[in-house]
């Protein structure tokens, strides 16, 4: 490392020179050879790896060695004196003072300026790049006024000597690179980590988001859809939010005409498109409706009276619904709907006769059971079927059943369903159209055929009428309206049965009751004929209604008389062959 220059005279003086250290450029320092310096052989050898090496050590030194101060203690250096004869120099002497210590700064001692304390601070090895070998401390700089190349003034033996303990150099660690790889590996690998674990979280904050989505979606479309739970209607229907009185419903009447054996069925066809549920309300001919003039009549009567616009009017007010036409299906008409849908399967209740075959012990034209597949005539003869005994409601359910069988047959395309009622060829009651019905048919064959569909029964009380308990369900919940059945006890109900034999009676009686101030019901035809007419009353209060009632009619006081009153009525009357209807 201390490599020798001789000089010789060329500008640096007699003797020769050696490398005492490097400035912080890289370039070499040289300082002269003393010329008493101790024998080689008296040196201590340099030994750049021992362990005891450290800031303030000076490897020539032939004495005992100090031992080195190790990395992060701070040490006070004091000035080296190879010969010991010489003190340390002291920068606030006054006086004449021999020059034994060196001011790294090149400041006098007495020039009033603070000395800088030349105390040697911890070094921590920094993680040098590859370019770098060497690092010299900032603040153990090599005194700048050390022989270099140019000088005229060699340094002495006390500054060469005092250079050297502060000239030295880092010599590189071979494992330097190895730790500064491993700290690079392990920074790496950490961020690596850090990044998987920031990635992983917002993976999941991502899968919880779309979770959130998904719910929050699943749950606006049941509550759209009407089928949240805890959101039920009173018919047992899982229901929506919205109102049953402002939910949207397009509803039709229906009337079968029986052409052959005469009479009436009705039914409400209802589609109900805000909760997308479809319903047949099948209507009691025993329904008591109110006529334009305020009298009472029943569904039955007012079908054969009054027509359509006049029915479907008094079933509006009753029902407290918006009709919007009314659909006139005779029953062949019926028999080509089926035929035309290609049959129906239906589960019958009931055998039914063939209506063409007088003979007993025949084969039923329908058998009962479970999947049954019914012809336009077989469906005919068991909507229109009335055992005997049976009231009117088990034939009007069967009319039910037919009607749920054909619209399940029905095509769910609207132009289809259109093509199929062109086909029946029928006149329809204005102001319903052929596109009308055949869309409206198409909307609730859909229904039918994802099972959003079924057939309920209004109840109907024994007079007609309709109270809250007992109509709630089907009058408010399917239909969205309220009951407004005619005030029961406002006029005496009459009930006129016909066994005169002849059919106009019974609607001259009618006349004649309504301009009395009586409430007429309907009670039908005899199957015979009766000679002596009867006033009926059952509870002694009403006696004087029925004496009224026969004078009304122009029947005998005799004619009255207590006896059984049909359902719903004060007074029964049977009008027989001495009945004289007014020529009024």
Do not use: C
Request: aromatic share 6%.
């Amino acid at each position: 490392m201390n490599d020798r220059y001789d000089t010789g005279d060329a500008g640096y003086g007699g003797g020769p020179y050696e490398v005492v250290g490097y400035d912080e450029y890289g370039r070499p320092v040289y300082g002269q050879v003393p010329a008493q310096q101790a024998p080689q052989s008296q040196q201590a050898p340099y030994d750049p790896y021992a362990q005891q090496q450290g800031y303030g050590y000076d490897p020539y030194t032939t004495g005992p060695q100090q031992q080195a101060p190790s990395y992060g203690q701070v040490q006070q250096p004091h000035a080296y004196d190879p010969y010991g004869t010489q003190a340390p120099y002291d920068p606030y002497a006054t006086g004449t003072q021999e020059a034994t210590g060196y001011d790294p700064y090149g400041q006098a001692a007495n020039s009033g300026q603070q000395p800088r304390t030349t105390e040697q601070t911890a070094y921590i090895p920094h993680q040098a790049g590859p370019a770098e070998n060497t690092r010299v401390p900032d603040d153990t700089r090599i005194p700048q006024d050390t022989l270099t190349p140019g000088d005229t003034e060699p340094p002495t033996a006390e500054e060469h000597s005092h250079t050297e303990q502060f000239a030295f150099v880092e010599e590189p660690d071979g494992d330097s690179e190895d730790v500064i790889d491993w700290l690079k590996f392990t920074e790496n690998r950490t961020e690596r980590r850090e990044e998987a674990r920031r990635r992983a979280r917002g993976r999941i904050i991502a899968l919880l988001v779309v979770l959130a989505l998904v719910v929050v979606g699943g749950v606006g479309y049941l509550w759209f859809a009407g089928k949240l739970p805890g959101l039920s209607s009173s018919d047992g229907r899982t229901g929506t939010a919205t109102p049953v009185t402002a939910q949207k419903r397009d509803v039709i009447v229906v009337h079968l005409h029986n052409t052959g054996k005469g009479g009436t069925s009705t039914a409400l066809l209802v589609d109900n498109t805000t909760t997308k549920q479809g319903t047949t309300v099948l209507l009691p001919n025993s329904l008591a409706l109110t006529d334009d003039d305020g009298s009472t009549t029943t569904l039955a009567k007012s079908v054969d009276d009054d027509g359509a616009s006049g029915t479907r009017g008094q079933l509006d007010t009753v029902l407290g619904t918006s009709i919007q036409g009314t659909w006139r299906l005779d029953t062949p008409y019926l028999q080509n709907l089926v035929e035309l849908v290609g049959n129906i399967e239906i589960d019958t209740n009931t055998d039914v006769p063939d209506p063409d075959t007088k003979k007993k012990g025949t084969a039923p034209l329908v058998h009962k059971g479970q999947g049954q597949t019914l012809s336009g005539k077989m469906a005919v003869a068991y909507a229109t079927y009335r055992a005997a005994g049976e009231s009117q409601n088990a034939q009007l359910e069967r009319f039910g059943q037919v009607m749920q069988g054909v619209l399940r047959k029905m095509s769910s395309d609207p132009s289809s369903a259109t093509t199929t009622v062109q086909t029946l060829a029928q006149i329809l009651d204005p102001p319903l159209t052929d596109k009308d019905l055949g869309g409206f048919l198409a909307d609730l064959a859909d229904l039918a055929k994802s099972g959003d569909y079924r057939t309920a029964l209004l109840p109907v009380q024994s007079d007609g009428t309709l109270t809250a308990q007992t109509s709630d369900s089907v009058v408010k919940d399917i239909l969205g309206g309220t009951a407004k059945s005619p005030d029961a006890g406002s006029s005496v109900r009459v009930s006129v049965q016909n066994a005169t034999g002849v059919k106009d009676d019974t609607e001259k009686a009618r006349v004649v009751l309504l301009n009395g101030g009586f409430t007429f019901l309907e009670g039908g035809t005899a199957s015979g004929t009766q000679a002596a007419s009867k006033v009926l009353y059952a509870d002694a209060a009403d006696k004087a209604d029925a004496t009224e009632v026969a004078k009304t009619l122009g029947l005998p006081a005799g004619s009255v008389t207590k006896g059984s009153v049909s359902s719903g009525a004060d007074v029964s009357v049977i009008l027989g062959s001495d009945y004289q209807p007014s020529s009024s």
